[in-house]
């Protein structure tokens, strides 16, 4: 079974090389970060190199409610 990383802030940062360290280890991840074009051009370069799944969550953590909405999102994917 494939574990799964869920990665804040995936975009930039420290975020973009978490997903990158837990793609290079076979993990599938969950990019989770305000820029949906950030995040889609991630998800491509980690899917093409690593041969992983990615999933883009364009979110803002600062609004109220995300993290439920997020817990939704991936619950209804069985994630």
Known sequence: ??????????????????????ARENYNVVLVARSKDKLNELKNNLQQQYGIQAIVLPFDLTQQNVAQQIFDQLQQQKI
């Open 1 to 22: 079974m494939t574990q799964t990383a869920l990665i804040t802030g995936a975009s930039s940062g420290i975020g973009l090389a978490f997903a990158e360290v837990f």
